[in-house]
Protein backbone atom coordinates (compact mmCIF):
# COMPACT_ATOMS: atom_id res chain seq x y z
CA UNK A 1 0.00 0.00 0.00
CA UNK A 2 1.23 3.81 -0.25
CA UNK A 3 1.86 3.36 3.57
CA UNK A 4 1.78 1.94 7.04
CA UNK A 5 -1.66 0.74 7.73
CA UNK A 6 -2.84 0.37 11.58
CA UNK A 7 -6.18 -0.54 12.83
CA UNK A 8 -7.81 -0.34 14.76
CA UNK A 9 -7.31 3.43 15.45
CA UNK A 10 -9.11 3.60 18.60
CA UNK A 11 -9.52 0.89 21.16
CA UNK A 12 -11.53 1.25 24.46
CA UNK A 13 -11.43 -1.78 26.65
CA UNK A 14 -11.48 -2.96 29.82
CA UNK A 15 -8.94 -3.92 32.29
CA UNK A 16 -8.48 -7.11 32.34
CA UNK A 17 -9.49 -7.69 28.54
CA UNK A 18 -6.90 -8.59 25.76
CA UNK A 19 -6.30 -7.00 23.00
CA UNK A 20 -5.09 -6.96 19.30
CA UNK A 21 -3.73 -4.51 17.38
CA UNK A 22 -2.61 -4.64 13.28
CA UNK A 23 -0.33 -3.46 11.37
CA UNK A 24 0.01 -3.28 7.70
CA UNK A 25 3.37 -2.15 6.16
CA UNK A 26 4.04 -1.03 3.48
CA UNK A 27 4.74 -3.73 0.70
CA UNK A 28 8.63 -4.49 0.45
CA UNK A 29 9.44 -3.71 3.41
CA UNK A 30 11.52 -6.08 5.60
CA UNK A 31 11.68 -4.36 8.92
CA UNK A 32 8.72 -3.36 11.34
CA UNK A 33 8.57 -1.83 14.07
CA UNK A 34 6.37 -1.25 17.34
CA UNK A 35 6.52 1.39 19.59
CA UNK A 36 4.56 3.31 22.44
CA UNK A 37 4.01 6.86 22.67
CA UNK A 38 2.30 7.37 26.22
CA UNK A 39 0.81 10.96 26.34
CA UNK A 40 3.22 13.54 26.06
CA UNK A 41 5.94 11.24 26.51
CA UNK A 42 8.71 9.86 23.38
CA UNK A 43 8.65 6.69 21.36
CA UNK A 44 9.36 3.38 23.64
CA UNK A 45 10.51 0.71 21.40
CA UNK A 46 8.87 -2.69 21.67
CA UNK A 47 9.77 -5.46 19.55
CA UNK A 48 11.42 -5.42 16.04
CA UNK A 49 11.19 -7.39 12.85
CA UNK A 50 13.79 -7.66 10.51
CA UNK A 51 13.02 -10.08 7.25
CA UNK A 52 13.16 -13.67 9.16
CA UNK A 53 15.49 -13.41 11.54
CA UNK A 54 14.52 -13.69 15.27
CA UNK A 55 12.75 -10.65 16.71
CA UNK A 56 14.42 -8.77 18.87
CA UNK A 57 11.76 -8.36 21.83
CA UNK A 58 14.19 -6.56 24.12
CA UNK A 59 11.75 -3.45 24.83
CA UNK A 60 8.50 -5.72 25.34
CA UNK A 61 7.47 -4.41 28.77
CA UNK A 62 5.69 -7.53 30.38
CA UNK A 63 5.56 -11.38 29.17
CA UNK A 64 1.65 -10.25 28.52
CA UNK A 65 2.89 -8.51 25.77
CA UNK A 66 2.97 -10.32 22.56
CA UNK A 67 4.13 -10.08 18.76
CA UNK A 68 3.82 -11.73 15.49
CA UNK A 69 4.03 -11.14 11.60
CA UNK A 70 2.56 -13.33 9.30
CA UNK A 71 4.75 -14.16 5.81
CA UNK A 72 6.75 -11.35 6.62
CA UNK A 73 4.24 -8.69 5.58
CA UNK A 74 1.32 -8.36 8.63
CA UNK A 75 2.35 -7.49 11.86
CA UNK A 76 -0.09 -8.08 15.21
CA UNK A 77 0.89 -6.62 18.64
CA UNK A 78 -1.29 -8.45 21.35
CA UNK A 79 -1.24 -7.36 24.77
CA UNK A 80 -3.60 -9.71 27.40
CA UNK A 81 -4.72 -8.93 30.91
CA UNK A 82 -4.27 -5.09 30.06
CA UNK A 83 -4.18 -2.66 32.67
CA UNK A 84 -4.31 1.21 32.93
CA UNK A 85 -1.05 1.62 32.54
CA UNK A 86 -1.46 0.02 29.49
CA UNK A 87 -3.25 2.64 28.16
CA UNK A 88 -0.69 4.69 25.10
CA UNK A 89 -0.73 5.27 21.35
CA UNK A 90 0.74 2.49 19.69
CA UNK A 91 2.52 3.03 16.62
CA UNK A 92 3.74 0.68 14.00
CA UNK A 93 6.44 1.67 11.42
CA UNK A 94 8.53 -0.65 8.39
CA UNK A 95 11.65 0.62 6.38
CA UNK A 96 13.53 -1.30 3.73
CA UNK A 97 16.38 -1.16 6.43
CA UNK A 98 16.95 -0.20 9.61
CA UNK A 99 18.69 2.42 8.97
CA UNK A 100 17.12 4.27 6.03
CA UNK A 101 13.88 6.19 6.99
CA UNK A 102 10.99 4.44 8.90
CA UNK A 103 6.82 5.17 7.58
CA UNK A 104 5.09 5.22 10.78
CA UNK A 105 1.49 4.24 10.41
CA UNK A 106 -0.85 6.74 12.27
CA UNK A 107 -1.35 4.67 15.65
CA UNK A 108 -3.38 2.93 17.28
CA UNK A 109 -4.90 5.00 20.92
CA UNK A 110 -5.50 2.35 23.28
CA UNK A 111 -7.43 3.41 26.55
CA UNK A 112 -7.92 0.36 29.16
CA UNK A 113 -10.67 1.42 31.65
CA UNK B 1 22.13 0.26 24.35
CA UNK B 2 21.79 4.19 22.62
CA UNK B 3 20.52 6.91 24.55
CA UNK B 4 19.37 10.27 23.31
CA UNK B 5 19.23 13.52 25.01
CA UNK B 6 17.14 15.92 23.55
CA UNK B 7 16.73 19.38 24.15
CA UNK B 8 14.88 21.62 25.34
CA UNK B 9 11.67 19.88 25.62
CA UNK B 10 9.46 22.77 24.76
CA UNK B 11 10.81 26.01 22.12
CA UNK B 12 8.79 28.89 21.32
CA UNK B 13 9.92 31.38 18.56
CA UNK B 14 8.53 33.71 16.23
CA UNK B 15 7.48 33.34 13.41
CA UNK B 16 10.30 34.22 10.74
CA UNK B 17 13.20 33.43 13.61
CA UNK B 18 15.52 30.38 13.49
CA UNK B 19 15.19 27.28 15.72
CA UNK B 20 17.37 24.93 17.04
CA UNK B 21 17.14 21.52 18.41
CA UNK B 22 19.86 19.48 20.08
CA UNK B 23 20.84 15.96 20.51
CA UNK B 24 23.32 14.22 22.17
CA UNK B 25 24.06 10.15 21.69
CA UNK B 26 26.14 7.66 23.91
CA UNK B 27 27.39 5.17 21.74
CA UNK B 28 30.39 6.31 19.71
CA UNK B 29 30.08 3.85 16.91
CA UNK B 30 26.36 5.59 15.80
CA UNK B 31 26.41 6.00 12.38
CA UNK B 32 22.90 7.51 11.35
CA UNK B 33 20.74 10.20 12.90
CA UNK B 34 17.39 10.76 11.38
CA UNK B 35 15.13 13.75 12.76
CA UNK B 36 10.72 12.97 13.06
CA UNK B 37 8.05 15.74 12.97
CA UNK B 38 4.63 14.81 14.10
CA UNK B 39 2.07 16.81 14.24
CA UNK B 40 -1.33 16.29 16.49
CA UNK B 41 -2.91 13.14 15.73
CA UNK B 42 -0.33 11.85 13.51
CA UNK B 43 2.44 8.81 13.61
CA UNK B 44 5.77 11.09 13.02
CA UNK B 45 7.22 11.84 9.64
CA UNK B 46 11.02 11.85 8.66
CA UNK B 47 12.08 15.19 7.37
CA UNK B 48 16.01 14.83 7.27
CA UNK B 49 18.45 12.52 8.50
CA UNK B 50 22.87 12.69 8.63
CA UNK B 51 25.07 9.61 8.10
CA UNK B 52 28.52 9.91 9.88
CA UNK B 53 30.34 10.78 7.05
CA UNK B 54 28.67 14.09 6.13
CA UNK B 55 28.76 16.99 8.94
CA UNK B 56 26.38 19.12 7.43
CA UNK B 57 23.18 18.65 5.38
CA UNK B 58 20.63 20.90 3.90
CA UNK B 59 17.33 20.66 2.74
CA UNK B 60 15.44 24.29 1.94
CA UNK B 61 14.76 25.67 5.38
CA UNK B 62 16.00 22.70 7.79
CA UNK B 63 19.43 21.60 8.12
CA UNK B 64 20.83 19.09 10.19
CA UNK B 65 24.89 19.31 11.85
CA UNK B 66 26.63 16.02 13.16
CA UNK B 67 29.57 16.33 15.65
CA UNK B 68 31.03 12.92 15.86
CA UNK B 69 33.40 13.94 18.40
CA UNK B 70 31.19 15.69 20.62
CA UNK B 71 28.66 13.29 20.08
CA UNK B 72 25.72 15.83 19.28
CA UNK B 73 23.48 16.19 16.41
CA UNK B 74 21.19 19.49 16.33
CA UNK B 75 18.07 20.53 14.05
CA UNK B 76 18.21 23.95 12.38
CA UNK B 77 14.81 25.32 10.95
CA UNK B 78 15.16 28.89 9.69
CA UNK B 79 12.68 31.37 8.64
CA UNK B 80 9.86 29.48 10.72
CA UNK B 81 6.36 29.32 10.10
CA UNK B 82 3.66 28.23 11.92
CA UNK B 83 3.21 25.27 10.17
CA UNK B 84 6.28 24.02 11.46
CA UNK B 85 4.54 23.92 15.21
CA UNK B 86 5.13 20.16 16.02
CA UNK B 87 6.87 17.73 17.88
CA UNK B 88 10.30 17.14 16.57
CA UNK B 89 12.19 13.56 17.38
CA UNK B 90 16.17 12.77 16.89
CA UNK B 91 16.94 9.33 16.92
CA UNK B 92 20.05 7.84 16.43
CA UNK B 93 21.37 4.09 15.36
CA UNK B 94 24.28 1.93 15.02
CA UNK B 95 24.76 0.12 11.91
CA UNK B 96 24.52 -3.92 11.77
CA UNK B 97 23.60 -3.61 15.56
CA UNK B 98 20.77 -5.68 15.24
CA UNK B 99 18.74 -2.64 16.86
CA UNK B 100 15.79 -0.57 16.16
CA UNK B 101 15.99 3.50 16.22
CA UNK B 102 16.31 5.25 20.09
CA UNK B 103 14.03 8.00 19.83
CA UNK B 104 14.48 11.34 22.30
CA UNK B 105 11.98 12.45 24.37
CA UNK B 106 10.54 14.85 21.71
CA UNK B 107 11.16 18.89 21.43
CA UNK B 108 7.52 20.60 21.04
CA UNK B 109 8.29 23.27 18.73
CA UNK B 110 5.58 26.32 18.79
CA UNK B 111 5.86 29.03 16.04
CA UNK B 112 3.64 31.95 17.19
CA UNK B 113 2.35 35.00 14.16
Known amino acids: GAGVSQSPSNKVTEKGKDVELRCDPI?????LYWYRQSLGQGLEFLIY????????KSGLPSDRFSAERTGGSVSTLTIQRTQQEDSAVYLC???????????FGSGTRLTVV | GENVEQHPSTLSVQEGDSAVIKCTYS??????FPWYKQELGKGPQLIID?????GEKKDQRIAVTLNKTAKHFSLHITETQPEDSAVYFC????????????FGKGTSLLVTP
Open chain 1, 93 to 103: ASSTLPDYGYT
Open chain 1, 27 to 31: SGHTA
Open chain 1, 49 to 56: FQGNSAPD
Open chain 2, 27 to 32: DSASNY
Open chain 2, 50 to 54: IRSNV
Open chain 2, 91 to 102: AAYRSNSGYALN
